[in-house]
């Protein structure tokens, strides 16, 4: 425990700004949670490796806070409740009912509210600390939401040798405790929409509600086009009967393995490749037409910014197009619609969209030779 400790407290009194007490603190709490596990583990304890497994262990969450240490307040807490609407996203609205979008978020934000109550006081009862603790420097904020989600991820046994995360079975309890007018009622809150016959509020509590809604601090403009990407692709994989692709999607955001994923979907591994594969082909064309103005605008790769292409890149790009495309490309900066394209160009609507589509394929073959890690990759 004492190599444990220090390797952690130096970390993070060489990558933080905190207080030498503050890193003792943390690293004190985290040390001692690693030794707890690798004590009760009966697995870690048979594998003869305790060391190698409390090394690791330790590094995990260092990392972990880390991250989220760098993130900052706002933008750490951003990212934690993203990763975990994107888990228990499938779970929340139960199937017979047929609910909105923003509905759903509106329920999984109730949940989720009362989910970090439940973290936290697992992190006193596990850390020991008083049940009036709370974070209160940067770095005490990162320990509790790097906590929260190894929390949120736990893998809780069930009959027939199965098991869950946490938040999942959380998650379909909520589902099953929400009287079917929840639904109702939150819809129509959101829409601003009332009739007596259909609920029991006065005009008044929907008032509070709709004012509550809207009141909401406004996002960072990158944070609010990533969650604009992710409705929109979430609500057009719905629309196409996609779902098991939504359900891969919000998995995929969370980063779990190909392993995880096949555990929770169910799946063989042909099965989730075969799904993985089909899933591409609709990010594809939803990147590539469904919405390229909002995806390419996320990437700062839209018109305005030449598709994201250098100097170079962009002059490139441009001679490699015949006279039609040039022509194209230069309605589309010009803010002409698709009808209008087609009128001038001699050809259909279609035939604009198939080439404007070939067109961002072209650019984006030619950004990604240079830059790598695209932001709309299956991994994001």
């Not at 109550?117 to 420097?137: H, K, M, T």
């Not at 996609?242 to 969370?254: E, N, P, T, V, W």
């Not at 790769?301 to 790009?317: E, R």
Request: proline fraction near 3%; glycine fraction near 4%; hydrophobic fraction near 35%.
């Amino acid at each position: 425990m004492e190599a444990i400790f220090q390797l952690l407290f130096s970390d993070f009194k060489q990558l933080t700004r905190a207080s030498e007490q503050n890193c003792r603190d943390v690293a004190d709490r985290l040390a001692k949670e690693v030794t707890r596990i690798c004590s009760e583990s009966k697995r870690i304890q048979a594998s003869g490796e305790v060391e190698t497994w409390a090394m690791t262990l330790s590094k995990h969450r260092l990392n972990q806070c880390l991250n989220y240490y760098k993130l900052g307040s706002r933008r750490g807490r951003v990212e934690l409740h993203s990763t975990l609407s994107a888990v228990v996203y499938r779970y929340i609205t139960p199937p017979q009912v047929q609910s909105s979008y923003q509905a759903r978020l509106t329920l999984i934000e109730d949940f989720l509210q009362g989910f970090y109550i439940e973290s936290l006081n697992a992190f006193r009862r596990e850390a020991q600390l008083p049940s009036s603790y709370s974070p209160r420097s940067l770095l005490d904020l990162s320990e509790y939401m790097a906590f929260t989600e190894r929390y949120a991820k736990r893998r809780i046994p069930l009959p027939g040798r199965r098991n869950q995360q946490l938040i999942i079975l959380r998650a379909q309890t909520f589902s099953q405790q929400q009287p079917l007018e929840i639904f109702v009622d939150i819809e129509q809150a959101a829409e601003g929409t009332s009739s007596d016959s259909d609920h029991n509020w006065n005009a008044a509590s929907l008032q509070r509600v709709r004012e509550q809604m809207v009141a909401q601090e406004p996002e960072p403009i990158e944070d609010a086009l990533r969650h604009n990407v992710i409705t929109e692709l979430m609500t057009y994989l719905e629309e196409r009967q996609q779902s098991d692709c939504a359900d891969y999607f919000a998995l995929r955001l969370q980063d779990l393995s190909a392993n995880e994923i096949e555990a929770i979907l169910g799946l063989t591994p042909r099965q989730r490749d075969y799904l993985q594969q089909r899933f591409k082909y609709h990010l594809i064309r939803f990147a590539m037409s469904h919405r390229w103005e909002l995806v390419h605008q996320w990437l700062e790769a839209d018109l305005d910014h030449n598709f994201g292409l250098t100097l170079l890149q962009w002059q490139a790009f441009q001679a490699q197009m015949n006279s039609q495309q040039s022509r194209l490309l230069e309605m589309k900066q010009a803010g002409a619609t698709d009808g209008s394209i087609a009128q001038a160009l001699g050809c259909t609507v279609i035939q604009v969209q198939k080439q404007w589509s070939k067109l961002l394929e072209q650019a984006w073959e030619i950004r990604n030779g240079v830059v790598s890690g695209s932001r709309i990759s299956t991994d994001e």
